[in-house]
């Protein structure tokens, strides 16, 4: 088990795909877990399922990370119950997907406000409780586009840029003190992120080779959370992708990103 046993681990946007994959991961190994997202159906359903298979004590959180008082209440919440949360899966995001000049600002807003604001004050919020019980961990879920720039996924792929980089500091900062920091980078993963990005033309959705499902990526977050990993890529054509982006022209692997993500 990740963690210890009268503790929870927290995973935002458990209601479906990964964060849904990894919230079942927990319960099977007993650990009890508190999932937000904000479709309470989903949740209660989640809830009533690990409840029954493995025994967990699951606590539902209805929250639109959206809304940026939502962290803090978390939060708050979560300490009047007394419920400790020794593991902090910050998974929740989402994608605006199509050339700048025509998005939605409201829906980029709301992204930068899930992906990055959201998903640091969290972090700020759980690490100081961690940091004074000199245990803890913390995964941030980025994406192999945080190494990459992407036409079509412009501010997208900024986002889990900086997920990435933060990740990564922060990692070093806490090096030595019982608490860890992974950052898990998935790529491709059929779940509902496409059709909520209207990507569902996306070129790489097509392939074989590069696509994954939840419960696969999923496995594989879990995995470099449980040995404390600062970085981790989903399988390994992904890694050799984030590879050869390293040394490559810059412009060159936005082109190569360009084709591989843009509508078919
Ligand atoms: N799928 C991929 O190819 C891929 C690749 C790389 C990285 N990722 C990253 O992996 C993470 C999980 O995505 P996924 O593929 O599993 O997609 P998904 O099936 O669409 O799941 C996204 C989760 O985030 C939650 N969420 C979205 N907006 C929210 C909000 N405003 N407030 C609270 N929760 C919110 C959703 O729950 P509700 O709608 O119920 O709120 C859902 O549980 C994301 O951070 C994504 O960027 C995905």
């Known amino acids: ?42 949740l ?41 949360v020794d593991v902090l899966v910050n998974n929740a995001g989402f994608a605006v997907y199509g050339m700048f000049s025509g998005t939605n600002w409201q829906k980029e807003a709301e992204m930068i406000q899930v992906n990055i604001t959201a998903l640091t004050q969290l972090t700020k919020l759980f690490l100081k409780k961690m940091l004074e019980n000199k245990a803890g961990k913390i995964m941030n ?71 994954t499902d939840a419960a696969t990526a999923a496995r594989l977050g879990y995995k470099a959370l449980a040995k404390g990993k600062v970085t981790a890529i989903a399988g390994l054509p992904m890694s050799l992708a984030v590879f050869f982006s390293r040394f490559a022209p810059r412009s060159l692997v936005t082109r190569m990103a360009r084709a591989t993500v843009a509508p078919t």
């Open 1 to 42: 088990m990740i963690g210890s046993k009268d503790s929870y681990a927290l995973v935002t946007g458990a209601s479906s795909g990964i964060g849904y994959e990894l919230a079942r991961l927990f319960a099977r190994d007993g650990k009890n877990v508190v999932v937000v997202a904000r479709s309470k159906d989903k």
């Open 44 to 84: 209660e359903e989640l809830k009533g399922n690990l409840e029954k298979e493995h025994g967990a004590k699951v606590r539902v959180l209805v929250k639109d990370l959206c809304d940026p008082k939502a962290p803090q209440e978390t939060f708050s919440e979560l300490e009047r119950e007394g419920i400790n």
């Open 141 to 211: 879920i980025s994406s192999v586009g945080g190494f990459i720039p992407a036409p079509w996924y412009s501010m997208y792929h900024a986002t889990k840029a900086y997920v990435l980089s933060f990740s990564e500091a922060l990692a070093n900062e806490v090096k030595g003190t019982g608490v860890s920091v992974t950052c898990f980078c998935p790529g491709v993963t059929k779940t509902l992120f496409y059709e909520r990005a209207n990507a569902e033309k996306s070129r790489a959705l097509k392939s074989r080779v590069l696509s």
